[in-house]
């Protein structure tokens, strides 16, 4: 017999937007401050968390389920519905793709949220962050377009 899936919701589609943009206004403080490893952390955050809206519209649901509770980007983008549309914007693919590849450690470990805070640079962070916000190539602006 197959486990059991949880249905219980546990965070708004409005409060998970709420949270992404401003995880990523934090980000951008301390992108400014030259704490890289932290925008970076904060940066993918509010990419997970637009995912998640995302994927509530794809489904109708004012809530996400506690199903939903991983930071799989690239399985996050599979329940969207969007992963075809993604891969006919060349910029933003590109972005998103080097968004997982940071965000999961790029094959190596630990991943950037388990990473030494040291290992990042400006130059990284900045990339990260154009990826994440920057137009027409970010990923957060094409997910708010895409499912308005």
């Not at 409060?15 to 934090?26: D, S």
């Not at 030494?116 to 190539?137: H, I, K, R, W, Y």
């Not at 990923?139 to 499912?147: D, E, F, H, M, S």
Request: aromatic share 8%; proline share 5%.
């Amino acid at each position: 017999m197959a486990p059991k899936l949880p249905t219980n919701p546990i965070i708004r589609r409005t409060t998970l937007v709420r949270i992404g943009e401003a995880r990523l206004r934090e980000a951008r403080a301390l992108l400014e401050a030259g704490e890289y490893s932290g925008a970076v952390y904060l940066a993918g955050y509010a990419v997970e968390c637009h995912l998640k809206a995302a994927i509530c519209v794809r489904l109708d649901w004012e809530s996400l389920l506690a199903t939903f509770k991983t930071h799989d980007l690239e399985g996050l983008l599979l329940y969207t519905g969007l992963q075809r549309k993604l891969r006919n914007v060349d910029l933003v693919r590109s972005s998103f793709t080097k968004i997982v590849g940071l965000w999961n450690g790029g094959g190596r470990e630990p991943v950037v949220r388990y990473d030494d805070p040291a290992s990042l640079d400006q130059q990284t962070a900045q990339l990260f962050m154009s990826s994440v916000e920057g137009v027409p190539e970010g990923v957060i602006p094409w997910l708010q377009k895409a499912i308005s």
